[in-house]
C-alpha cells in the first residue's frame, strides 16, 4: 500500500507538550462522539494517555469493527490502520497520525515473494490443501491474498485458535511472515519439528527445502521476525533468576522458542498486561516485549517489581514510537484536510473476510 508522507507545520513541532495535550484534549471535546483514539500498548505513555481505546493488535481490530464514529485515529503502525479501514463502515476514515510508522517484519513479507511462493508449495504438494495464515502484522494485500484462498489472519493472541481452524480444513499451514510465533503455536500444539518446514523467501528454490520436506511438513514458516523481540536471550533469564530467585519471566511469542521455552509464560501483549494486572502485589516480574509497554506497566503497578529482560539492549519499537503528541495534535486539528488511509476495493473485499473470520476464531 503506497505512504502518504505528511510535514507538520511549525506551530506543532515548537508547541510544548502542556499546550499540545491540551490541544488534543479541546479537539475530542469539540468532535465527541465523531472520533475515537485506538492506541495500541506499545505507544508511549503521553500518548496511551490521551487514547479512548488502549490494547493489542487484536482487541483494537475488534474495537475499530464496532465503531460508528466518522473518525477513526489509530495511534499505531500502518498496517493497524490499514486493518481498521478494512473493517470500517463506509462513512468512517481511518487516520494514522504519523504515516512513517511501518513496520519492518510486515514488510519482510511481500506479496510478490508470497505469491512466487504460494505457486512453488502447490505444484510441490499438488495433491495437499493448503491454508494460509497471515498474522496481523502484515500488509492489506496480504491478508486479501488470505481472504482470498479460504485463509484467515490471526494476532499472538488467537494464534494457537487460528491454527486448530485451518487444520480442520487443510492438511497443511502456510503462515507468515513470523517464524517464531509460528514456531511457538507450532510445538503449543505439539507438532513435531520434523513436520515443521522454514521458507527462506530469499532462496528460490523452494524456500531453501527439498520436495520430501514440503511433503513431509505440516507447517511451512515464513523466515521473518519482530526486530524487538529477537533482542531477548536465554542469558538475560538465567541472570534474572540468579539476581531474583523469586521473580516471573514472561514473554511475547514473537521470541525465539529457547527464550519463550525458558520463561514461565508467553502471551500477547493484552496476556502480558492482565499477567502484572492480576499478580499480587509485591511480585517481581521480568518482562521480555516492547519497552514503551513496560515503562508503562511499572508505572501504573507500583505495588510490584516490573523489570525489562532486555539487558543491555533497548527493545523498542522505533516505529511505534515515531507518533509523538505533536503528530496526534495536528491530525486532530486537520482531519479534514489530510489524507486518510485507503485501499483499493478488491483488497478490501478479501481481506475484510480474513479478518471477519479472525474475530470468528477468537469468538
Not at 311 to 323: D, I, L, Q
Not at 335 to 362: C, F, G, K, Y
Amino acid at each position: 500500500m503506497a505512504v502518504t508522507f505528511n510535514t507538520i507545520p511549525d506551530e506543532y513541532r515548537i508547541a510544548t507538550d502542556e499546550d499540545l495535550k491540551a490541544r488534543i484534549l479541546a479537539r475530542k471535546a469539540e468532535l465527541g462522539d465523531q472520533l475515537v483514539v485506538l492506541t495500541h500498548h506499545y505507544q508511549r505513555r503521553e500518548i496511551v494517555a490521551l487514547g479512548d481505546y488502549a490494547g493489542d493488535s487484536y482487541a483494537l481490530s475488534k474495537i475499530a469493527s464496532q465503531q460508528d464514529a466518522e473518525y477513526i485515529v489509530f495511534c499505531g503502525v500502518h498496517f493497524m490502520a490499514e486493518s481498521a479501514e478494512i473493517l470500517s463502515q463506509p462513512h468512517q476514515k481511518v487516520y494514522l497520525p504519523n504515516p512513517l510508522a511501518g513496520c519492518p517484519m510486515a514488510d519482510m513479507a511481500q506479496i510478490g515473494n508470497v505469491l512466487y511462493a504460494w505457486d512453488a508449495l502447490n505444484k510441490a504438494v499438488p495433491d495437499s490443501k493448503i491454508i494460509p495464515i497471515s498474522y496481523m502484522n502484515s500488509t492489506a494485500d496480504l491478508k486479501a491474498f488470505c481472504g482470498e484462498n479460504d485463509g484467515a489472519v490471526c494476532t499472538s493472541s488467537n494464534a494457537e485458535k487460528a491454527f486448530k481452524w485451518a487444520f480442520e480444513r487443510g492438511e497443511k499451514i502456510f503462515f507468515f511472515p513470523d517464524e517464531h510465533l509460528g514456531t511457538n503455536t507450532a510445538n503449543t500444539l505439539g507438532i513435531p519439528k520434523d513436520q515443521i518446514a522454514i521458507w527462506d523467501y530469499k532462496d528460490r528454490k523452494l524456500g531453501g527445502n527439498g520436495v520430501a520436506d514440503l511433503q513431509r511438513a505440516r507447517v511451512i514458516l515464513w523466515k521473518g521476525y519482530c526486530h524487538v523481540h529477537t533482542t531477548f536471550r536465554t542469558e538475560y533469564i538465567e541472570k534474572m533468576r540468579r539476581e531474583i530467585p523469586d521473580i516471573k519471566i514472561i514473554v511475547h511469542p514473537e521470541c525465539p522458542e529457547d527464550v519463550v521455552q525458558a520463561a514461565d509464560a508467553s502471551g500477547s501483549t493484552k496476556f502480558i498486561v492482565d499477567y502484572v494486572t492480576n499478580a499480587p502485589a509485591g511480585s517481581s516480574i521480568a518482562i521480555g516485549t516492547e519497552i514503551n509497554l513496560v515503562d508503562r506497566l511499572a508505572h501504573t503497578f507500583n505495588d510490584k517489581k516490573i523489570y525489562e529482560l532486555s539487558g543491555n539492549t533497548c527493545a523498542m519499537c522505533v516505529n511505534m514510537y515515531r507518533t509523538t503528541l505533536n503528530d496526534l495534535a495536528w491530525c486532530l486539528e486537520n482531519l479534514d484536510s489530510i489524507q486518510p488511509i485507503t485501499i483499493p476495493d478488491d483488497i478490501v473485499r478479501n481481506a475484510r473476510i480474513a479478518l471477519s473470520r479472525m474475530l470468528e476464531i477468537q469468538g
